[in-house]
């Protein structure tokens, strides 16, 4: 039927689990990441039902405590920080840039097994009677006052990070080495400008976070003061530590959303993205102010004065680069030809809710108001509007856009849009009653609370049980189109990128030939003048 | 007043939860502004410069640097501006405290434990005279909690192994909630309590009514003698160690050529840590309290040498 791809070249499990093609340790760590997304999904769930009366009534607070901290450790590390990257970034690098493979593809093999051995180290900790820390593992209680498998987790979070670390390397090298040839710096696709500057964050931030969890690993084995002031240590600088690797990692969180979303609208506008350079250098701005603003965690910590001002400030920088993109997103709309295919819908739902997340950050970042709405349900509003706002809804517009590339397959589109819809109403519905219960002053983390403000929780919990519906849903047609859908031509958005110039889904060398670049990116006029073929 | 018309935001009670409510309206305008702005723009082009609307796309802007400085000034300024603002009220907030009503929290594993100074204790609440600052004097004695009060907007961490001053003037009659805003294990959302302010004259009473007790500095005073510390710092001592009479609030020379101030947490660390700051021409021979003492019993000792600076000796 068609010629073959690196799907079918061979079927053996074999084949799989020690394959070093990109696009398949791509669609291993997506399947890795969908189970990750459900536990972690399945404890909000369970959060969200207990939370929906004052009461303690489904499970009791170690329990609660329990599940909150799960949610945190295997969402933050086991699906957001890997999720495009790993996924999206493994399939497209090489694709984008007109090469083979990544440059070290076994150590890219090597990095899933890392992966899903932290994963199983963290999984067998939860099994094992579960981490009540918080995802922050704040020490003094992390170190001697916990009495659960804290050094497990956190173990599996220190294997974690090293592929993190190699994946990060890996990438770096291969836009560095392997772009083809006439594929300059400025022809690159920003979706790798916002990879490249997510790589370095986690080459650079990593080995930070690994430090802190031995450092934990010291004081509650060996009793060394390091955190508790009991035995000389200071409380605080593990707080330094961890923010210094944590606040960097929010970027590491965010940057491939934001690549994703420039391919998304420059492409469903049939334009070049405004400002490309402007963009471009924004990444690389926010990846580096970024390293200087960990301590806007701590304005109320004890830190001094002076501290807090200068970590305010940088914070209000590290906003200035976000905010370029997202009027340059909304520029790139402009005289454009605009379709609303799923992807796009997707990618319109990130602009409006990374922005919310972008200007609730910058309330946070405003001293006064930080005192006050620090540590409360205002705070859990704001990092869920830019991680599940932003990154996720980013990762489902990408996973949309790219699915006839990784398949060969159609999804069917009215379902698409459904989802998108329902995910953007069930968001809101989720999370904006959050910020209320922030403002109003309920503190996270908090089993049972007031029962004036079981309203919003409520409200939020309902949200919650259609955000929950509208995230299985793509699970059944995007399912379903895998096997079943109508198979995709090689160029369906007629998108000019170099991973649209091979056939769907690629064959295993990628390219037929050594694709050559003589044009800008997104040059979607003239030879790409005809309408996407599915719209 | 203006503030009863931002929903779910009830009026500050203090002179800096007015000045924080302010500071948050003007974020949310200045929100609301931008989003409208872009919120806007996002439906204008979406609808007319959807595919298949035969509308001019001719003459697009391909030279954009000076659309992308003024859109990085603009929000570079705006934001300028917001910081500037939110750290003023930041300092007015979190200034060191004169020496006023003072009263000290025990935060432990799940309970808030106040103390006055005239020796009455309470647990999870606290009872405040109105329109007077309180300073509060607040250890941990395990782990990190965070004592946050929203009615005033104010809130900071207890971290175990300091003393953090923090204080709160509170203008209204009533009863607010008092929060664990930091999470501290299994029984974080039930370390909650009450901040009661009363009337002057009501809360004198309060005060004559509660059990009675002797006040700190007497119980430190009993418990000084009780640990032997008066051993060598009492009068007529053999052993040559630092008096304590008129110390607190003085600078007192150190060992290295440095000098520091007498305060709370000066005395707590040198009754904890002896051997970090020894006093000039004195030798390193106190013994440690680390690990001997609850916070408690330490901040007695605290208000006890405190009650000595009036006595010269």
Redesign the interface.
Known sequence: MSEPNYLTTDYTLQSWFLTTDHKRIAILYFASLIFFFFIGGAAATAIRIELATPQADLVS??VY?RLFTMHGIIMVWFFLIPSIPNTLGNFLVPLMIGARDLAFPRLNLMSWYIFMLGGCTTLFAILAGGI?T?WTF?T??STL??NSYVIVAAAGVFIAGFSSILTGLNFIVTIHRLRAPGLTWYRLPLFLWSLYATSVILVLATPVLAVTLLLIATERFFGVGIF???IGG???LFQHLFWFYSHPAVYIMILPGMGVVNELVSCF???PV??YK?VAWASLAIAAVGFLVWGHHM????QS?IA??VF??MS??V??PS??K???W??T????????DAPMLYA?AF??LF??GG??G??L????????A???YFVVAHFHYIMVGGMVTAYFGGLHYWWPKITGRLYSEYWARTAAVLIFFGFNLTFFPQF?LG???M????????PEFQVWNVLSSGGAAILAVAYLLPMFYLGYSAFFGARAPANPWNAPGLEWQTSSPPPEENFETQPVVTREPYQYNEAFEA?PQN? | MWREWIP???PGLSP?SS??DL??TG?LIA?AL??GL??F??AL??VR????NQID?????SK??H??VS??VA??IC??G??V??????????RTPTDELVVFVVAK?WMWKTQHPGGQSEIDALHVPLRRPVRLVMASQ???H?F?I??L?????V????Y?DLELEIDKPGSY?L????????????M?GEIVAMEPADFSRWLTQQAPSSPLADEGGALFRQLGCSGCHGKGSKVRAPPLEGLYGKPVPLSDGSSVVADDKYIRDSILLPRSQIVASYEPLMPSF??KLSEDQLLRLVVYVKSLAGNRS
Not at chain 1, 443 to 450: I, L
Not at chain 2, 57 to 61: I, K, S
Not at chain 2, 179 to 190: I, K, L
């Open positions: 607070s170690d405590n009540d918080g704040y003094p209680f006052y916990s508790d002031p009991r200071d409380p605080l506008s049939r334009k405004f400002g402007f304005f109320v910590s004890g004065l807090s001002l305010s400030f209000f920088v906003a200035v905010a370029i997202v009027f340059n909304t520029a709309l402009h005289k454009g030809s605009i379709h609303f319109l602009i409006g922005t919310i200007l609730t910058l309330f970042a405003c001293l006064a108001f930080d005192v006050h620090t540590d409360t209320i403002a109003e002053g503190p996270r983390r908090y089993h049972v609370y007031p309408e719209a | 779910f935001w009830r800096q000045d924080v500071l948050f974020l929100s931008v989003l872009l919120f723009l996002l082009f979406c410069y959807r595919a298949g796309r001719g003459h697009r802007t954009s640097w659309w992308e859109w990085t929000s570079f934001f300028l917001l910081f603002w939110g750290a003023s009220v930041y300092f007015e907030m979190y594993q395990d782990v990190i965070s946050y929203p009615a907007r104010l809130k900071h961490d971290v175990p192994g300091r953090q909630h929060f664990c805003a930091e999470y501290c294990g299994t029984d974080h959302s039930g909650i680390a690990g």
